[in-house]
């Protein structure tokens, strides 16, 4: 096991311009897919925009899901019909999409077909979760 871990030291002293330039290249993957999906936007900044209407919400939760608790004004468009959906969305082309779900397993996923598309996306930093975990309010029931 030592002998190993050695072998790892040795290689990255040897191999510090490779390991640097991967580390570079991973660095700008993972900013350039965080962007496409729609960076993340905090909640205080969701409720300056919602309250100047300057977005809307769309929640791509399951709908049992949106209808036991979602943010008032939220449209449900679960991620799994999106694709087949976004033609709703198109009255809203002008304003910002701001995603959210759960905790953020599936707005990434969304935000990269609605950006595709040309939507300004946006996803909810920490989803449900987090606007819940700062007591925020929650309206049950379908909206339409």
Same mark, same amino acid.
């Given at each position: 096991?030592?002998?190993?871990?050695?072998?790892?030291?040795?290689?990255?002293?040897?191999?510090?311009?490779?390991?640097?330039?991967?580390?570079?290249?991973?660095?700008?993957?993972?900013?350039?897919?965080?962007?496409?999906?729609?960076?993340?936007?905090?909640?205080?900044?969701?409720?300056?925009?919602?309250?100047?209407?300057?977005?809307?919400?769309?929640?791509?939760?399951?709908?049992?899901?949106? *209808?036991? !608790?979602?943010?008032? =004004?939220?449209?449900?468009?679960?991620? +799994? $019909?999106?694709?087949?959906? #976004?033609?709703? @969305?198109?009255?809203?082309?002008?304003?910002?999409?701001?995603?959210?779900? *759960?905790? !953020?397993?599936?707005? =990434?996923?969304?935000?990269?077909?609605? +950006? $595709?598309?040309?939507?300004? #996306?946006?996803? @909810?930093?920490?989803?449900?979760?987090?606007?819940?975990?700062?007591?925020?309010?929650?309206?049950?029931?379908?909206?339409?």
């Amino acid at each position: 096991m030592s002998t190993y871990i050695l072998d790892i030291f040795v290689f990255v002293s040897e191999q510090w311009l490779l390991i640097s330039a991967f580390l570079i290249l991973l660095f700008i993957f993972l900013s350039k897919e965080r962007s496409n999906s729609g960076k993340p936007l905090a909640t205080s900044e969701l409720v300056a925009l919602m309250n100047a209407d300057q977005a809307i919400l769309v929640d791509v939760r399951a709908s049992a899901e949106f *209808q036991a !608790g979602h943010i008032h =004004g939220a449209f449900n468009i679960p991620h +799994t $019909k999106i694709n087949g959906r #976004v033609s709703e @969305l198109e009255k809203h082309r002008q304003k910002l999409i701001v995603l959210v779900d *759960q905790m !953020g397993q599936h707005a =990434g996923s969304a935000g990269k077909l609605l +950006t $595709k598309d040309g939507f300004n #996306v946006r996803r @909810l930093k920490g989803g449900m979760s987090e606007w819940q975990h700062q007591s925020m309010p929650v309206v049950q029931g379908q909206k339409n």
